[in-house]
C-alpha cells in the first residue's frame, strides 16, 4: 500500500518535471528523457551566454579602441608638430601630455587644444636648447603614446 505522503511526492516530483518540460521546450514523455533535455538546453544556453560575451568584449574593444587617443607626430625644422585627437573628452589628458613634452625636454612653442565634447591637441614642440640629446619623431610619439595608455588605465 503507498503512503499518502508517498503519492504527494511523486504528484510533486511530477509537476516539477512537467513545469520543467515546458520551461526547457522539451517534447519528451518520459522523466528521464526530460532531465537530459533540461541538461542539453542548459548546455545551449551557457554556450549563448559565452557567445554574447565574446561579442560584449569584442564590441567594447572595438568601441574602445575607437575612442583611445590618435597621436601624429611630424620633424619639423626645429622640433615636432604633435596631434592628439580623440573622439571623446580626456579630462587630465593635457597635463599628462604637457608632462611627457618637459620630459622630454621639449618647449611647448604654440599649442591648440580642445576639450569640450572631444579632446584634440596640437602642438608644436621645440627642442630644450640646454638639451645635448635631440629626440626624433618616433620618440616623441612613443612616449606620448604611453602616456595615454598610462592615462587610461589610470582612468580604468
Not at 64 to 74: D, S
Not at 106 to 120: G, I, M, P, T, Y
Not at 144 to 156: A, D, P
Request: proline share 1%; net charge negative; with cysteine.
Amino acid at each position: 500500500m503507498v503512503s499518502r505522503e508517498h503519492k504527494l511526492r511523486e504528484t510533486a516530483l511530477h509537476d516539477k518535471l512537467q513545469l520543467l518540460r515546458s520551461i526547457t521546450h522539451s517534447h519528451a514523455m518520459n522523466d528521464t528523457s526530460i532531465v537530459l533535455d533540461a541538461s542539453n538546453y542548459i548546455k545551449e544556453l551557457k554556450q549563448k551566454v559565452e557567445r554574447l560575451n565574446e561579442e560584449v568584449a569584442t564590441a567594447e574593444t572595438s568601441i574602445h579602441h575607437n575612442l583611445w587617443p590618435r597621436v601624429t607626430v611630424e620633424t619639423l625644422e626645429k622640433g615636432f608638430l604633435v596631434n592628439v585627437h580623440s573622439r571623446k573628452s580626456c579630462p587630465g589628458l593635457l597635463v599628462s601630455i604637457l608632462a611627457t613634452f618637459e620630459e622630454l625636454g621639449l618647449n611647448v612653442l604654440e599649442a591648440r587644444v580642445s576639450c569640450a565634447d572631444s579632446f584634440h591637441l596640437q602642438a608644436l614642440g621645440g627642442d630644450n636648447e640646454e638639451d645635448e640629446e635631440n629626440a626624433d619623431a618616433q620618440m616623441v610619439k612613443i612616449a606620448i603614446s604611453n602616456t595615454i595608455k598610462n592615462w587610461i588605465e589610470s582612468i580604468g
